[in-house]
């Protein structure tokens, strides 16, 4: 029987990667490789929905696609490819908008919050009709299931209603996925700030680690996470949430367990925690910065990744599309 698919798709970003992204999302999709036919797509199309710098959002995605591949992400056991190589993204999303009702894409909140950013310029349609792209991102390689986030829930409902309406107008053609929620893993918080979790979106990044820090720079955003004045180091996140944040990423990042972490350090101080803790995590970032930084130093390697991830992807995609080019018409 065929794999289960699971599609994901992320931004090409400066920062890429943070430790919270690791521990949330990346782990989970390592072990998936083994269990699932893998789809995870640099969503390059939207990412000029927002005005973008041509030479920047190149670098971007070659950044980005360097770091998943570093945090495991294995282009031998997925399909990790660039949205604009597949040409079948732009060709489905114009099917799926003109069976999009306008009130329907309207009420679409996030396009309310991504365009009041916009300002006196105003946010362009294609910002407007991003959950149309999405829906098709997902429909075109039969993705049972769909992980997201609270704030994507909307555009899975999107999906799954585009499908339906299309499969009774047309005769049966997409899978009808569902949303599900990535098994619960440890949240990682700022370390500035531990009541928010970590994230690029954060307005400093001094409490934000990111897979291509230096070591040093590691260190010392760890050497200065925010703790308390009451000096014991117990997992109580509501009383002492910097605290018992440095010991999730600890456990997670150790294979230690919590309890464990707790009586190591009893009657030690936070200065203790936070050396070890940095030792661990700089052990475990930098063979992957390394690996990232040897395939951006090797752009034809990168060239040949991508190449092949996009002939994978044009060939699932473009069997989608040819069904639905027939059922409408074409
Ligand atoms: P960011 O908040 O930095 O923009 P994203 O929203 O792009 O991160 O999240 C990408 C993935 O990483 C999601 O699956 C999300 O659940 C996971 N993730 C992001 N931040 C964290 C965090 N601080 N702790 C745990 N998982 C996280
Ligand atoms: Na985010």
């Known amino acids: 029987t065929p ?52 030479r920047e959002l190149r670098e971007n995605t070659r950044r980005t696609v360097a770091q998943y591949i570093a945090a495991g992400i294995d282009p031998a056991q997925s399909t990790l490819f660039v949205q604009s190589h597949v ?101 990682i918080y700022d370390l500035q700030n531990p009541s928010s979790k970590m994230s690029k979106s954060a307005e400093s990044h001094a409490g934000v680690i990111w897979m291509l820090d230096e070591p040093a720079v590691t260190q010392k955003k760890i050497m200065r996470a925010v703790t308390d004045a009451d000096g014991g180091i117990v997992f109580d996140p509501a009383t002492k949430p910097g605290v018992s944040n440095l010991l999730s990423i600890f456990s997670v990042m150790s294979g230690q367990s919590i309890p464990s972490l707790e009586s190591e350090f009893t009657g030690r101080g936070y200065g203790d925690l936070k050396k070890a803790l940095a030792e661990v995590v700089v052990e475990t970032l930098a063979p992957m910065r390394e690996r990232a930084l040897e395939l951006l130093a090797d752009p034809a390697e990168l060239d040949r990744i991508l190449s092949a991830a996009a002939d994978r992807a044009n060939e699932v995609a473009d069997a989608t599309l040819a069904t639905v080019y027939e059922r409408v018409g074409f």
């Open 3 to 54: 794999r289960p698919v699971l599609m994901s798709g992320m931004q090409p970003s400066a920062e890429s990667l943070h430790i919270g992204n690791y521990v949330g999302a990346l782990l989970s999709w390592k072990a998936m490789q083994a269990t699932h036919e893998t789809f995870f797509m640099l969503a390059d199309l939207h990412a000029i929905t927002v005005p973008q710098d041509p």
């Open 87 to 187: 040409a079948a993204h732009a060709e489905l999303a114009w099917v799926l908008n003109t069976i999009t009702g306008f009130g329907e894409a309207s009420r679409m909140t996030q396009f309310k919050d991504k365009s009041a950013k916009q300002g006196s310029d105003g946010a362009s349609v294609g910002l407007f009709t991003y959950p149309i792209l999405q829906a098709g991102d997902i429909l075109l390689y039969n993705a049972a299931e769909v992980p997201v986030g609270e704030d994507q829930r909307q555009h899975v409902e999107l999906t799954r209603d585009l499908a339906t309406r299309f499969n009774s107008r047309f005769g049966d053609t997409f899978v009808v996925p569902e949303a599900y929620i990535l098994k619960e893993t440890a949240k």
